[in-house]
């Protein structure tokens, strides 16, 4: 694999690594320096459709491809992405600013995905049921859809992508992926090794640009389904039209996640991990723990927080002691920003501010160091609002009924978990709590894919969720066969002429 960044980015259309004929680029930068990484296109409507078009093309012949077939790419592929992990985490450093280990993270999340949709026909099993009526059989198929599109946000330019076109190709569809113009290198990485699979041309196609595109590929009459994850104001807009387009939509989004610390919690632990579920990525992930929940006498606990947060500190990803990199732009540092000044307008104490941080040799970076606010109220924004960057709001509560009371007030539903030591506590918290994700002593609590990404209420639009078996039934359709076969035949069988044309 070329490992060098070109000046300008090519789309894939039909297995082919094309210049776009567009006059609207916009330039990818390094978010810890500032430097002009290269530019990606904003494609034209032709060269959209083209790849719808060819997409549409190559599923004609992929749907009726064996099983095993499909299977054995995704084999291939998933031995390619591990022994290219080094080179591709490297790019998605440059791209993003994450630290190495977290780019590492990123990938491997998405190689997880490719082992399950490698064992794509196990998932692919219908349902039997024999003698529904006197010799009659009943039984079902999953037949995939035809071309699905996926449109994928910048944080996890390698994990997100690589949760959706496996498992729709692996279903026998094609794909069409928009990824994220701040950082599309990871993602036409992605399809170069695809490409290497040997899998027929126009399986996987790449397009750039922003809404606009988006825009021609919700309404494109042959796409028949719509993988979105981003923020939640374009998921609104990804799930409506799309649906009013007559299509499958899927569509993940923002988040406030919050951690419950109950005082009987392993202390050391809890603190450790929420530390690095608030910070860690610079807050970046729609999973990050934006709010603690102190329970009771756990609210002693703040200085102690603030303490192991101010040790954490950001930097370049070539230096091995950074903890973390940059905001991904510096319109989302300005944003951040914007927030901390709200928090202390708001009277939320700041215990630790990190709008001002100098690094030797980064001046132009996105940097933004750890915020910590306490007694922070659900009337503020930096409490309602999805800052996403490095700030933990610390919330009290008397009991774990007002914890509960509080998360489940909240209008977002991706992810939370409950630092304890008790199951009964646990048990009433995983049981009661109106989020999709729950992690017990666990901060961070994404499911391997041979379960589901299930986030829940205002971080999530569609029915049916990214990977594992859920992610099969979206992108396929159940055909129900029901069948008779005459006894009175079986004479006939036996004694007809077996002539062959
Ligand atoms: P974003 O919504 O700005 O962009 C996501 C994608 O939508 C990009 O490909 C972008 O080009 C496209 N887009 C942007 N504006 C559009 C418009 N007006 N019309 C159509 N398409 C448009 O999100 P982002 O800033 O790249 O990513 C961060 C957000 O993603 C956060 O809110 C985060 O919580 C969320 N996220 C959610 C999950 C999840 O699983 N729930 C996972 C990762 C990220």
Wanted: charged residues 20%; contains cysteine.
């Amino acid at each position: 694999m070329n490992t060098s960044i070109p000046p300008r980015l090519p789309l894939f259309i039909n297995g082919e690594w094309i210049q776009s004929k567009s006059d609207h680029w916009l330039d990818v930068t390094n978010p810890a320096t500032g430097e002009v990484l290269t530019q990606v296109p904003c494609a034209s409507h032709e060269e959209l459709q083209n790849a719808v078009t060819s997409a549409r093309d190559a599923f004609l012949t992929w749907r009726d491809t064996p099983i095993p077939t499909r299977a054995r790419v995704m084999l291939k592929y998933q031995a390619l992405l591990k022994e290219h992990q080094q080179s591709l985490a490297e790019i998605l450093c440059e791209e993003t600013g994450k630290t190495i280990e977290d780019a590492k993270g990123d990938i491997w999340r998405g190689i997880e995905v490719v082992e399950q949709a490698a064992n794509v026909a196990s998932l692919m099993m219908g349902e039997t049921v024999e003698n529904v009526a006197n010799a009659v059989d009943c039984y079902s198929y999953l037949q995939p859809l035809g071309v699905c599109a996926g449109i994928t946000p910048f944080n996890f330019p390698a994990m997100i992508p690589l949760w959706m076109f496996p498992m729709a190709i692996a279903c026998g569809n094609s794909f069409v992926l928009k990824p994220s113009e701040q950082d599309p290198v990871t993602p036409c990485r992605l399809a170069a090794l695809f490409e290497e699979t040997g899998a027929p041309k126009g399986l996987l196609q790449v397009v750039h640009g922003g809404g606009e595109q988006v825009d021609f590929l919700l309404k494109a009459p042959d796409i028949r389904a719509i993988s979105f994850v981003g923020s939640v104001p374009v998921a609104r807009h990804i799930y409506q039209t799309g649906t009013e387009y007559l299509k499958r939509v899927q569509a993940f989004a923002g988040a406030k996640n919050h951690m419950v610390v109950m005082p009987d919690a392993n202390r050391s632990a809890a603190i450790h991990h929420l530390v690095g579920s608030s910070v860690g990525a610079a807050g970046q992930r729609c999973m990050a723990i934006s709010v603690a929940v102190l329970v009771g006498e756990a609210q002693q606990w703040k200085s102690e927080i603030r303490d192991s947060m101010a040790k954490v500190q950001p930097g370049h990803w070539k230096n091995p002691q950074s903890d973390y990199g940059p905001m991904i732009s510096a319109a989302a540092r300005e944003r951040v920003l914007e927030y901390i000044a709200r928090g202390k307008a708001e009277g939320a104490d700041c215990m630790l501010d990190g709008s001002v941080v100098s690094m030797d040799g980064y001046p132009d970076g996105n940097w933004v160091g750890p915020t910590l606010f306490a007694d922070v109220t659900p009337e503020m924004s930096i409490y309602t609002d999805e800052i996403f960057g490095p700030v933990l709001c610390l919330v009290n509560a008397d009991t774990l009924e007002d914890a509960i009371h509080l998360v489940n007030q909240c209008p977002y539903g991706n992810g939370t978990s409950i630092f304890t030591a008790s199951g009964a506590a646990a048990r009433k918290y995983q049981h009661e709590i109106l989020v999709g994700q729950v992690g017990i002593n666990v901060p961070i609590p994404v499911p391997l894919p041979f379960f589901s990404f299930t986030g829940w209420r205002a971080s999530f639009y569609g029915d049916l969720h990214a990977y594992g078996k859920q992610a099969v039934r979206f992108y396929t359709e159940t055909k129900t066969v029901t069948a008779r076969w005459f006894d009175s035949d079986i004479e006939h069988a036996q004694h007809a002429n077996m002539t062959i044309n």
